[in-house]
């Protein structure tokens, strides 16, 4: 297991604001002077309604947008641009239509090892399609496959570039229940196997209370802030169809809740004494009721 006390920035998002001209003339600001760390092999999760920039903050880690102010940091270096140290799974699975399943991942294992032989780049791809249980559909192409094996292969290609962050926009949303619970399972257990650090936006505080370490809670937009960093007091060895026995899980299902049914809408006009950007209220549900901000603040 990954030891998480390592290297508190990691990835470190560094006071970013990103504003968009208004039609009628001015502008727009969508979030403004967000700062948030994370430890390598840590597993994120962002919760907040649509619209107060989730999304955005995640084009910014990946390179394909740019924070107005502030910097993303990953690894002690600025993002400058797209990487192949950085994947992305998003909602839709993306694949290319024309090439097999182990093509799409073998066309992603080649663009990182360029130098690679053939032969390496599919055994390669092919151990990753092993772990996400697509051995045996690695022939077939995207098409024959449902949206579950689709959303599979996609995690395959991005963990077989092995990056230095996986980044996740609501990757589930769209399958059955029984099949994200599944998917849910084999992400978690590749992340916590391979050290992988992971970003995750979610609308399912249920999926954020299973993978997360830590959750990030959002206000409303526009000019969005980081009103809290909530700390999973489950324990790391959870499993998912049991974390609804644990003692501390109404505790921090009913925080999560609360905040978006409220305190996203309101946290703005009230902003707590002694709140700071840079630094925003660590807080850690618990049954015993201790859901005060811990005294200890965000790395
Ligand atoms: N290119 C753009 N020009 C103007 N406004 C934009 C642009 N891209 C995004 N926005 C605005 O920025 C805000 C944040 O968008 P973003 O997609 O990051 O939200 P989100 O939190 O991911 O929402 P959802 O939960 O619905 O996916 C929205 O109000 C959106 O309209
Ligand atoms: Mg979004």
């Given at each position: 297991?990954?030891?998480?006390?390592a290297?508190?920035?990691?990835?470190?998002?560094?006071?970013?604001?990103r504003?968009?001209?208004?039609?009628?003339?001015?502008?727009?600001?969508?979030?403004?002077?967000?700062?948030?760390?994370?430890?390598?092999?840590?597993?994120a999760?962002?919760?907040?309604?649509?619209?107060?920039?989730?999304?955005?903050?995640?084009?910014?880690?990946?390179?394909?947008?740019?924070?107005?102010?502030?910097?993303?940091?990953?690894?002690?270096?600025?993002?400058?641009?797209?990487?192949?140290?950085?994947?992305?799974?998003?909602?839709?699975?993306?694949?290319?239509?024309?090439?097999?399943?182990?093509?799409?991942?073998?066309?992603?294992?080649?663009?990182?090892?360029?130098?690679?032989?053939?032969?390496?780049?599919?055994?390669?791809?092919?151990?990753?399609?092993?772990?996400?249980g697509?051995?045996g559909?690695?022939?077939?192409?995207?098409?024959?496959?449902?949206?579950?094996?689709?959303?599979?292969?996609?995690?395959?290609?991005?963990?077989?570039?092995?990056?230095?962050?996986?980044?996740?926009?609501?990757?589930?949303?769209?399958?059955?229940?029984?099949?994200?619970?599944?998917?849910?399972d084999e992400?978690?257990?590749?992340?916590l196997?391979?050290?992988?650090?992971?970003?995750?936006?979610?609308?399912?505080?249920?999926?954020?209370?299973?993978?997360?370490?830590?959750?990030?809670?959002?206000?409303?937009?526009?000019?969005?802030?980081?009103?809290?960093?909530?700390?999973?007091?489950?324990?790391?060895?959870?499993?998912?169809?049991?974390?609804?026995?644990?003692?501390?899980?109404?505790?921090?299902r009913?925080?999560?809740?609360?905040?978006?049914?409220?305190?996203?809408?309101?946290?703005?006009?009230?902003?707590?004494?002694?709140?700071?950007?840079?630094?925003?209220?660590?807080?850690r549900?618990?049954?015993?009721?201790?859901?005060?901000?811990?005294?200890?603040?965000?790395?």
């Open positions: 297991m990954q030891d998480l006390s290297n508190p920035k990691f990835i470190s998002i560094e006071g970013i604001s504003r968009y001209p208004k039609s009628g003339g001015g502008t727009t600001t969508i979030f403004e002077d967000l700062w948030f760390s994370m430890r390598k092999g840590e597993f999760c962002v919760i907040g309604h649509s619209g107060c920039g989730k999304t955005t903050v995640l084009n910014i880690l990946n390179g394909l947008d740019a924070p107005d102010d502030g910097a993303a940091i990953v690894d002690g270096r600025a993002i400058e641009g797209p990487s192949l140290d950085r994947a992305v799974i998003f909602q839709g699975h993306s694949l290319l239509p024309w090439r097999t399943v182990l093509g799409n991942v073998a066309y992603a294992v080649a663009a990182r090892h360029r130098d690679w032989p053939r032969a390496k780049v599919q055994a390669h791809a092919m151990a990753f399609i092993e772990k996400v697509l051995k559909s690695e022939l077939k192409k995207p098409s024959e496959l449902s949206g579950g094996m689709k959303q599979r292969v996609g995690i395959a290609r991005a963990l077989s570039i092995e990056p230095k962050m996986m980044l996740m926009d609501e990757p589930f949303s769209a399958l059955d229940a029984l099949t994200r619970g599944t998917l849910q992400v978690r257990r590749i992340c196997e391979t050290g992988q650090t992971a970003f995750m936006i979610t609308h399912d505080v249920d999926e954020a209370i299973y993978l997360a370490d830590r959750i990030v809670l959002m206000t409303n937009g526009p000019q969005a802030m980081v009103a809290e960093i909530v700390e999973n007091p489950l324990p790391r060895n959870r499993v998912r169809t049991e974390i609804h026995h644990h003692p501390d899980y109404y505790a921090i009913n925080h999560l809740i609360d905040f978006l049914v409220f305190r996203s809408k309101t946290f703005k006009d009230a902003i707590p004494a002694g709140y700071d950007r840079r630094h925003p209220p660590v807080v549900p618990a049954a015993s009721g201790s859901t005060a901000p811990s005294g200890s603040r965000a790395a």
